[in-house]
């Protein structure tokens, strides 16, 4: 029999859902709940064309009262889809040979500047066709998806010229619209200097504002714009001359800083109110300061610190201080870190960074997000949001840091669709 609720709009929201999730647990990381993980217990879910419309304890919800399709969660967890903020995943080649030098001891660095590295990918990469970067980056998003990830930035930066970026970028188009997935690009042609620019570095930095980055918004590719500032890459003076292009263009701004110095990068990037910073092994409390100031993600990549047996761990603490946002990424790419886990590089931000397990998941949902530009619209689960979302088979949503090379995921939703990997 249906019994008068207290709140009857409650009941209305759910009569007009197009599905519901009943007796789920939700870690929602709405910042208005103020419980570990945004945590509510017991509660339904309702969606409606692809949205979350309605959030409600069961004791609210009446089966009898609504005609959606209703899942039982039968008490597993839900969260928002996991975002991966930081990604190269669209590549050629391997650099495989380049891990066993690193570890008879060349650094990163020297193998950089003797010509193999980055520049390595990019020969690879250059010969490769759009349809040939879509096949051989599909495994490594597929990756990611299984374990969750509904929402994913791919940068281009491996092909250093107006067709190789803009074919880098034309792949991650297409994987986003083979692939139930939301693909946030980043053009980041101040990456690497291309060998046809050696010694003429301002003469690239020309290249990339006057014709890489009005081609590419031209078409639509790009979303953002991204720099690798660092001595074996670019001054500050010319990643600001990117960042200028890029505002002109309505481009978001994100940046590779402090990775393997410091160069005040991200001072620089907050100064042009970036989305978000990232790296920062060598970010300094004036830099985390200036980052706070202007609402910019910190995004902490473990899998590169891991895989380049770095020892300089980012100032965490002093990013907690200031009350940054704090994302947590793969960076899967050839180079630094071939990793196509999030949840692994979740539990290496805990055991390398000492992440705990809540700030590993809001880093790869609700600041994740942050950092794409997408803050209000994923990474949470609240009324309004896209119902990107993943219902996992754990007890409690520390787990989801905890293990890793097990999947945990029940169902993943993009949309408010069931689209399961
Ligand atoms: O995020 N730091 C610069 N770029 C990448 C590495 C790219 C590569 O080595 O291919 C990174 O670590
Ligand atoms: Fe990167």
Not at 388 to 394: K, R, T
Request: with cysteine.
């Amino acid at each position: 029999m249906y019994i008068q609720t207290m709140q009857p709009k409650v009941d209305t929201v759910f009569e007009t859902c197009d599905r519901i999730w009943i007796n789920a647990n939700l870690a929602t990381f709405d910042e208005a709940i103020a419980q570990p993980y945004g945590a509510l217990s017991n509660q339904a879910i309702g969606v409606r064309a692809g949205r979350i419309v309605a959030i409600a304890p069961m004791a609210q919800f009446h089966a009898d009262a609504v005609c959606a399709d209703v899942v039982d969660a039968r008490g597993g967890w839900m969260t928002p889809g996991l975002v991966d903020a930081h990604t190269h995943l669209v590549f050629a080649g391997s650099r495989a040979k380049e891990f066993e030098q690193r570890l008879l001891g060349a650094s990163y660095e020297e193998i950089a500047r003797s010509g193999g590295g980055i520049i390595s990918t990019v020969r690879a990469t250059r010969e490769a066709s759009v349809d040939e970067l879509v096949v051989l980056s599909e495994p490594r998003l597929l990756a990611l998806m299984k374990e969750g990830v509904t929402s994913v930035e791919i940068k281009s930066g491996y092909g250093l010229s107006l067709e190789g970026e803009l074919n880098m970028l034309r792949a991650a188009r297409k994987l986003g619209e083979r692939h139930p997935v939301r693909v946030s690009t980043s053009l980041l042609a101040a990456h690497a200097l291309p060998p046809e620019y050696k010694d003429d570095a301002d003469g690239y930095i020309d290249l990339v504002c006057n014709e890489i980055i009005p081609a590419a918004v031209a078409e639509g590719l790009a979303d953002a714009v991204d720099v690798f500032c660092e001595g074996i890459a670019f001054s500050p003076a010319q990643c600001e001359r990117v960042f200028q292009a890029a505002q002109a263009q309505g481009l978001g701004i994100r940046a590779h800083v402090e990775q393997l110095s410091n160069l005040h990068g991200a001072a620089l990037a907050a100064r042009y109110g970036a989305w978000s910073v990232d790296h920062l092994e060598w970010l300094d409390e004036d830099g985390v300061k200036a980052i706070a100031a202007a609402d910019t993600v910190a995004t902490l990549l473990p899998g590169a610190f891991y895989f380049l047996r770095d020892t300089q761990v980012p100032p965490i603490e002093l990013l907690r201080r200031h009350g940054v946002g704090m994302a947590v990424a793969t960076d899967l790419n050839p180079g630094s870190s071939p990793l196509a886990s999030l949840r692994l590089a979740m539990n290496m931000a805990c055991t390398l960074f000492r992440f705990t397990p809540e700030e590993a998941l809001a880093g790869a949902s609700r600041f994740g997000a942050q950092a794409l530009g997408l803050a209000g619209q994923a990474g949470q689960l609240k009324a309004g949001l896209q119902a990107d979302m993943v219902l996992w088979d754990i007890d409690h949503p520390a787990e989801l840091a905890y293990q890793f090379g097990v999947n945990l995921v029940r169902q993943r939703i993009v949309a408010g669709e069931v689209r399961n990997v």
